[in-house]
Structure formats: C-alpha cells, structure tokens
C-alpha cells in the first residue's frame, strides 16, 4: 500500500496533463453557459469554469514550486462563493416576483 | 504506474462529470455532475500536494454544491423561462469563440515553454505556510476578501428578505 | 514581512473609506434601518474625511505598500480624487431620489453602505499592484455593482437585469481569472513588476497572448467595451436612476484605471528615447484599436434607435468607452493623459446628464425622448443644463467635452492612428444627431402639461454645480490637464 508521497513521486504525468484537464474543463464549462438556457446550469457551468482555473494555478504552484499560486486560489475560492451567493440570492428574487405575479393574476381572474 | 492509473481514472472522472454538467437535461443530473467533478479536482489538488486547498474545497464546494442541488429541485421548472440570452449573444458566434478558446488554449500547451522545474521537490505539507503568509503578506488580501464576503452577504440578505411592505400586510 | 504600521499613512483615505462602510452597515442595523439620515451622514462624512486626507498628504513620491499588494502614486492619487467626488455627488443626488428613497424605503441604509464599499473597492483597483488584489478588488466592485443594479426590488425588470448582470459578470471574472493564472505560470509572479520581469526574459508566445485577450475580455466586460457591452442598456434600464448615474461613471473609470496599471506597469517597457514599447511581438495594439473602433461605432449606431433617454445614455456611454480606448491604443504618456483628463470631464458630464434623468423621474412618468418635449419652457434652468451636458457629450466647444476629445484625436494622429481619429470625429458627428433629438424634444416641440415641474431644489443646486466644471474646464482646461500629465508621470518614470 503505497502512500501518498509515493504516490506523488511515481507520478507519470506532467504540467501539461494538469493544463490539459484545465483546458478542458474550462472549455466545457465555457460550452455550458453558451448553450444552456437554465439558469442554474449556467451557474454550475461558471463554477466549472473557476475550477478550472484552481487546477491551473495549483499545478503551476508545484510545478514552479511557488506556494503564492495557492494563496490565489483561496482567494479564487472566496470570489466564487461571494458570487453564487449574491447570484442564487437574486434568483430567488425573481422566483418569489414570478411567483406573487402569478398569484395576483389569479386574482384578477377571480374576481 | 499504478498512480497513473489513479491518476487518470480521477482525471476521467472529471472530466466525464463535467460533461454531465454540460449536457444533462436533469438539474439534479447537473448538480452530482458538479459534485463529482469538483471531487475530481480535489483528488487533483491531493495529487498535487495541495492538502489544504483540498480540504477546503471538499468543505466550501461540496457543501455549496449541495445547496445548489436543494435549489435546483425546488425550483428550476419555473426559472427556467428566465431568458438570458441577449440578442447580440448569438450561438454561432459564441460558438465560434469557444472554438477559438480551445484552439487557442491547445495550441498554447502544444507549443508553449512553461519555466517549470524538471525535478520536483518532495510534497510538504502547506498549512503552516497558508497561515504565515495570510498573516504577513497576503495580510491586507485577506482582510479585503473578508469585506467582500460580508457584502456578498448583505446583498444575499437584501434579497431574500421579505421587503417591510409585504410585513405589514401579515402583522 | 514588508507589512508595517507606517504604511497605514499612506493608506488613509482607502482605510477610512473602508471604516465608512462597516460604519454604515452598523449605524443602519443600530437605527433598526429606520433613521436613514445616519448612514447617509456617515457617507457623507466618511467621504469627505477621505477627501481632506487625500488632498492633505497628496503622494510624492511611489510607495509600494501592505505586503507590496496596493501602490500610493500620483496616478492613484488622481483616481482617489476623482471617485471620492463620484461617491460624494452620488450620495447627494440619490437622497432625493424617489426610486431610492420612495417605495423601497427599507433598504436605503443598505445603498449607502453599498456606494462607501463600491468607492472603497474602486480606490483600491486603481492602485492594485498584484494580480490577487486586482482580482480580489474587482470582484468586491463588480459584486457591488450586482446587488445596487437589482436595488430597485420593486420591479421585476431590475432583477431580471441584474442576474443578467451577475452571470455573464461572473463567466467574465472566470475569463479573466483564468488569463491571470496563465501570467502567473508564464513567470511566477503576482505582482506586476514580477511579471514584467518575468516576461521581459522572452516568455512569450501562444500562452501570453491567449492570457492578454483573456485578462481583456474580463476587463472589457467591466468597462462595457464591445463585444462585452452587451449588458449595459439593460442593467442601466433596470436600475435605480441614481445606480445608473454611478455605473456609467464610477466603475467603469475603476475598470480603465485597473486596465492602465496593469497594462503599462506588467507589459510595456519604457525604452531610453521615452517613448513605450511593447514587452513581445503580440500586436494588441491593433486588437484595442479595432475594439476601440467597434466600440465607438456600435454604441453610437445603436444609440441612434432608441427611444428611451437613459438607453440612449447608456449606448452614448459605450460610444464614449471607445472614444477612451483611443488614447489608451497609441502608447504614449500623451495618449494616456488625454485618457485621464477625458475620464474626469466624462464622469462630471454623465453624471450631470443622469442627474437630470433622476430629477425628472420624480415628476414625470416616463423617461421617453418624447416626456421631455417642453421641458426648455416648463424648467428653462434644467433644459438649459442638460443641453450643456448634451453638446459637453458631443464634444463642440466652448464645453469641456471638446477639449477632451481634441486630446484624444490628437494622441490618436500623433500616433500615425489616423483612421482612428477620423473615425471618431465621424461618430461625433453621428452622436450629435441623437443628442439633438433630446435637445430638440426640450426647446422645440410644445409642451402638453404647462407650469413648473417641481424639481427638488438639492438637485437643481447639485446640477448647476456639475455645469460649472463642464464650462469652466472648456475654456480653462490647463490646470486639469497638468494634474494629468503629473498623475502619470510616476507610474510611467517609475516603471
């Protein structure tokens, strides 16, 4: 059972396999918002697309042996959960407007 | 060898789980894509000696990823109407950018010179780092992304909040 | 390690301006958000505190401060005033605003809050020195912007406008995040001077430049420059007037300050002669030269069409976007200054032209070219200023829209761009045709109401104010444009 140094050392991949999940990632999310029309998805689709920039950073931090790449995707982190918050939050409002518009014309066709 | 084929099996997952995210007409199909593939990446970040960007992606992602899954059930059927779109995003030409991207991004990890080290350091753990440059370099970053958090957070409140008018009518 | 309390001097109007925000969030929750005077006056204080301190201790010299993250210079300087007037003119005019202060009354403690944390943020993004603080102090701007662009919650169209908003500003900041890292793997530095450094040993190619028009689709999105504009209209349609007034102003000009630092300080090289060149073969120039036109063309050409007073300012502020493009394309301290004296006298003239959209939304109904017909017999002072405002946007002269204008065409030609400029003269001509619609509704198509509108009289006083610069700057224009050139002259002589 080898353990998670080792792992790391035997490792046959390089900088480039990490960029090329990136790049892909980053390309499918890119993809997502483009086509998708659901909201949330497009949502999800950015999250994808911020995660590939994580991957990026975290494999040139290693491969540069440099740990500020890592400070910036702490940070990267922060911006992405300080968006979807405000993001969701404004969805909800249309969600509830949505909803009360329904209810007053349901109203009006009451009355 | 066989942490290659770790390697790439994690990798695999990811990707496969993203496309989910892409493709699936399912929100819910969606949100475990994203789960998943966020899952992925943290297996990348332990690969790559990252251990406390890991942790916290499983704890930031993971449980925001569950929260947008709750979200996704109780209500896409109706904000899936919101139309987005504007008239001057066409799909053609925003499909053409994302092929330029890709093309783009290929062409640069095919050709490009990274200053990368040949022989790399064996992985140490990071946390302690974390913690001495938040503290000293990254001191004024960190107080900053603090505020912008808290705005985040009175603006999420500003509009989930029921407005006063709407009190009035229950009281 | 290069964090010390003496750099606190330094940062005083940024630190004071930040201590304004948290006081309001806690002045509005002690006053349970019924006593608004409170974080009105705590804005209103803060900012002028921030002011004082900045025209007390006005930078020297270039201090490199908090861990090498923010830059006090001359240039930040320059951005520090002009934001803090932004903010303070803003907190004015939207304490009589019917769509702040009317129906929503709730959350009018929460706006000043918002508008001391968006000047805060935008103070901070024109001194970033680091690519994490020009992400970090982005965001905190952009996710301001969100939440004061869905204020108005009363209407369903300023929320639609507002997610709008936030997605697509949010695929931008992952753009932008990801060019950002390619710098950092491209040299290993955050910080500017880093990547300079870094880049200057011929680390160029394919990743460079996929990382310069990423980091520029980011910040084009930010400073609505074509193909990124798209969300302009909408969220300024959506948004409170008085929102509108700060999002055509205020972070936009953040957006070209950020732009200007991280580009001269990261990419481009001083050479001995003192004429700028360019770190590596990649021909942006051209690229911002071709957005620069696209951007000036389209928004006017759409500006053209609309009916509505504040989408026509909203296209008319994309046309301008262009317009400073221009001075930003040719690489010279020349083009740069004209830059800086144009996004001076832009903010006072838009701001100006918005105001009186938000006067005279708290009186008439609509905001249609044709609800203003009469307005030059109804309120003769109004209509008089907000036809100044219109020729200052146009550029004729004896206004201060001319001479900005005149400073950008001229960089352009200097610098062999003629096309350019002649294509901006060109659009000028054009913008003049939509500008004198409004003009023409005022002065030349009878009124169906007669009588006085009734404007309040704290923006009657704050539009003669905004009128005065916009005259005076176009006849005595010097001061203003030696307080550019000696903005620039650190951020250029010191790197």
Redesign the interface.
């Known amino acids: 059972m080898p353990d998670l140094q080792s792992l790391g050392d035997n490792l046959q991949v390089g900088l480039e396999h990490y960029l090329t999940l990136s790049v892909m990632l980053f390309s499918i999310g890119t993809l997502g918002v483009i086509f998708r029309r659901n909201v949330l998805v497009m949502f999800m689709s950015v999250e994808l697309m911020l995660t590939s920039v994580n991957i990026s950073l975290v494999a040139f931090s290693r491969y540069l042996d440099d740990l500020n790449g890592h400070v910036l995707v702490l940070f990267v982190l922060a911006v992405a959960a300080a968006e979807a918050g405000v993001g969701l939050a404004i969805l909800v409002e249309i969600f509830k407007k949505r909803d009360t518009v329904d209810v007053d014309e349901f109203r009006q066709l009451m009355e | 060898m066989i942490s290659t084929v770790i390697w790439c099996l994690f990798a695999g997952m990811t990707v496969m789980a993203a496309l989910a995210v892409a493709t699936s007409k399912n929100v819910v199909h969606c949100g475990f894509g994203l789960l998943f593939s966020l899952l992925g990446v943290c297996a990348m970040y332990v690969f790559l000696g990252a251990d406390f960007l890991a942790a916290t992606q499983v704890i930031v992602y993971v449980g925001g990823i569950l929260v947008l899954i709750l979200f996704g059930v109780m209500m896409t059927h109706r904000i899936t109407a919101t139309d987005l779109k504007s008239e001057l995003v066409q799909p053609v030409a925003a499909l053409i950018a994302a092929v330029a991207i890709l093309v783009l991004s290929v062409g640069m990890i095919l050709e490009q010179v990274w200053p990368a080290k040949e022989h790399l350091d064996p992985i140490t753990p990071t946390t302690h780092a974390f913690g001495v440059s938040f503290l000293t370099d990254y001191l004024f970053p960190f107080e900053f992304a603090s505020v912008l958090l808290l705005v985040a957070l009175i603006g999420a409140a500003m509009f989930t909040r029921d407005s006063a008018g709407e009190d009035s009518d229950h009281v | 390690?290069?964090?010390t309390w003496s750099d606190a001097a330094y940062f005083g109007p940024e630190a004071v301006m930040?201590l304004t925000?948290?006081l309001c969030?806690l002045g509005d929750l002690v006053t349970r958000g019924r006593r608004h005077v409170v974080p009105f006056g705590t804005l209103l204080v803060g900012t002028a505190i921030s002011l004082v301190l900045a025209l007390l201790h006005p930078p020297v010299s270039s201090h490199a401060i908090?861990?090498?993250?923010?830059v006090v210079d001359g240039f930040a300087h320059f951005f520090r005033l002009l934001f803090l007037g932004i903010t303070f003119v803003t907190a004015l005019l939207s304490w009589s605003s019917r769509e702040i202060m009317g129906?929503?009354?709730?959350?009018q403690g929460?706006f000043y809050?918002?508008a001391a944390?968006l000047c805060?943020g935008m103070m901070?993004m024109a001194e970033s020195a680091?690519?994490?603080?020009l992400?970090?102090?982005l965001?905190?701007v952009s996710?301001?912007s969100?939440?004061l662009a869905?204020f108005a919650?009363?209407s369903?169209r300023s929320?639609?406008a507002?997610?709008?908003y936030?997605?697509w500003?949010?695929?931008s900041?992952?753009?932008m995040?990801?060019g950002?890292?390619?710098f950092?793997?491209?040299?290993?530095?955050?910080s500017y001077e880093g990547i300079r450094a870094?880049l200057s040993g011929g680390?160029g190619?394919?990743?460079l430049?996929?990382a310069i028009?990423f980091v520029m689709a980011g910040i084009g999105y930010k400073i609505s420059a074509v193909?990124f504009h798209?969300?302009t209209p909408?969220v300024y349609e959506g948004a409170p007037a008085p929102v509108a007034a700060i999002f055509a102003s205020g972070p936009k000009i953040a957006g070209f300050a950020l732009m200007i630092r991280f580009f001269y300080v990261a990419l481009v090289q001083d050479d001995s002669q003192g004429t700028l060149a360019l770190l590596d073969d990649v021909q942006w120039p051209w690229v911002l030269a071709i957005i620069s036109a696209a951007t000036m063309t389209l928004g006017n050409m759409a500006a053209i069409r609309q009916n509505s007073v504040r989408r026509l300012l909203a296209y008319s502020s994309i046309a301008h976007v262009g317009y400073m493009l221009m001075g930003f394309v040719v690489l010279s301290a020349n083009g740069l200054a004209a830059v800086l004296f144009y996004l001076f006298v832009y903010a006072i003239m838009t701001i100006g032209a918005f105001l009186v959209v938000v006067a005279l939304n708290n009186r008439v109904s609509g905001e249609e070219i044709d609800d203003y017909a009469g307005l030059g017999f109804r309120e003769p002072l109004v209509a008089a200023m907000m036809f100044l405002f219109l020729i200052s946007l146009t550029g004729l002269p004896p206004t201060a829209g001319f001479i900005g204008k005149f400073y950008l065409f001229a960089a352009a030609g200097e610098a062999g761009l003629w096309w350019l400029a002649i294509l901006g003269v060109l659009n000028s001509v054009v913008s003049l045709y939509y500008y004198m619609r409004i003009a023409r509704a005022m002065y030349f198509t009878p009124p169906e109401l007669s009588g006085r509108v009734g404007l309040a009289q704290a923006h009657l006083i704050l539009l003669v104010v905004l009128a005065v610069p916009t005259l005076v700057l176009g006849v005595f224009w010097s001061p203003l444009k030696e307080f550019a050139d000696q903005s620039l002259r650190m951020l250029l002589g010191g790197g």
Request: charged fraction near 15%.
């Open positions: 390690m290069n964090f930040g925000f948290l969030v908090l861990g090498q993250m923010v129906r929503d009354r709730e959350h929460e809050a918002l944390m805060f901070v680091d690519i994490v603080m992400a970090l102090s965001e905190a996710i301001t969100y939440i869905g919650r009363f369903f929320s639609e507002a997610l709008k936030v997605l500003g949010a695929v900041s992952a753009v995040l990801y950002l890292s390619l950092y793997g491209l040299t290993g530095a955050t870094g680390q190619g394919m990743a430049l996929v028009l193909p798209f969300w909408d």
